[in-house]
């Protein structure tokens, strides 16, 4: 389905959790910073704090539990139900802790974004912070990128690092990034929202150009 462009950009957001990243795209949105609309959103988890946040910008909620289906599909097959009633634009991933089919994500491809808390391609999957300080690494940081088959590897279109303190734990390089993430965020979808970032060929574009090699600067 090819989406025509409409002015604000329907979105649906799938969270898992506490939804601090849903918080600033509500935020950027009501600010008027993005020109979006979210439609709905959606938890596979119930009773999260997420949900709140969206209850209390009044948008629509809905939880989709991974627990009450059979396997991988079926759940994803429910879960598309559920987005394509709202006809989204965009779909954006705000710490949705699910792994999803192919056919899912072919389904939404170059309307699908997520974050990662990595400087992509490095640490892709879980626990990325312990794993960046186990390495050594002297800067860390996130990503956000378009959704492709690829766990965590689709073209990345935003990047920002912040530095691997001698005496960081995982907790406090995880606050750190998170600084990050409601930055970068809401700056990635209010690009897509303007109609300038968009995903040709397995390439993210930028005003038409390829994003090559993104700066990892930090504020």
Known sequence: MTHQATSPLPVVVLISGSGSNLQAIIDAAQRQEIDIEIKAVISNRPAVAGLERAQRAGIETYVVDH????????????????????????????????????????HYLGRMLNIHPSLLPNFQG??????????????????????????????????????????????????????????????????????????QDNVAQLDGQPIAQLPRTAE
């Not at 406090?172 to 979808?189: G, N």
């Open 126 to 199: 879980l626990n990325t912070h312990q794993r960046a300080i186990d390495a050594g690494v002297s800067e860390h940081g996130v990503s956000v990128h378009f959704v492709t088959p690829e766990l965590d590897g689709g073209p990345v279109v935003r990047r920002a690092s912040v530095p691997v303190l001698p005496n960081d734990s995982a907790d406090t390089l995880a606050a750190r990034v998170l600084k990050q993430e409601h930055r970068i965020y809401p700056e990635a979808v209010g690009l897509f929202a303007a109609g300038r970032l968009k995903l």
């Open 67 to 106: 627990t009450q289906f059979a396997d991988r599909r079926s759940f994803d097959t429910a879960l598309a139900q559920v987005i394509d009633r709202h006809q989204p634009g965009l779909v954006i991933l705000a710490g949705f802790m699910r792994i999803l089919t192919q056919e899912f994500v072919e």
